[in-house]
């Protein structure tokens, strides 16, 4: 058997029956063994991730339909300050037992299953985490001031200044050059 099936997120569909109406509720809590998110937010590595879904089988294949909750951990792009949320994020996915029928609803997320047989949990995260991730998060000191204030307005470019931030401008830069990177390969894995 392929070692990589071992993989505690691979949900195995094997006692799933595939007739409609069949469904199965699956609980289960595992520290990520991969950084999931961009690099201003992210979900880190080690950090339990608690799924709770069910699997709905149907003619074509299995929805999966769920949550996921855990910590996110976010760098303000403005001010580079950290800090940590816990989050809920909403799994909604199709998994069609025919590689054919993935064109019949255009309105879902479709995966392919592992072996035709595994639903991987750290691709669905992966993209629903990605849908919810912010290209320039803000911490909530940076969100007042930048709502509260107009683009190009001194009060803004004072606090800049006043942070430091001025100084690492370039270091910022590079940063959403790989958060721009990651974003198009997220893409890319659709
Ligand atoms: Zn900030």
Redesign the pocket.
């Known amino acids: 058997m392929n070692k990589q099936l071992n993989n505690p997120f691979y949900l195995s569909t094997f006692d799933l029956p595939r007739q409609p109406g069949a469904s199965k509720d699956i609980k289960l809590e595992l520290p990520l063994d991969e950084l999931v998110g961009t690099q201003l937010q992210y979900i880190e590595k080690g950090q339990k991730v608690s799924f709770e879904v069910t699997l709905d089988s149907v003619l074509e294949g299995i929805y999966l339909i769920g949550k996921a909750e855990t910590n996110l951990k976010t760098i303000?792009?403005?001010?580079?300050?950290e800090f940590n949320e816990d989050i809920s994020v909403n799994l909604n996915g199709f998994y069609p037992y025919e590689e054919s029928a993935l064109d019949f609803d255009e309105s879902l997320d479709v995966y392919n299953m592992v072996e035709n047989q595994y639903i991987d949990l750290i691709e669905i995260l992966r993209d629903s985490v990605s849908d919810q991730i912010e290209f320039s998060p803000?911490?909530?000191?940076?969100?007042e001031?930048v709502e509260n204030h107009e683009e190009g307005d001194p009060e803004l470019s004072w606090t800049y200044s006043e942070?430091g931030i001025n100084d690492e401008k370039d270091q910022v830069d590079d940063r959403f050059f790989n958060l721009l990177k990651l974003k198009e390969q997220l893409a890319g894995n659709d």
């Open positions: 303000c792009s403005r001010c580079a300050k803000l911490c909530s000191d940076c969100k001031i942070n």
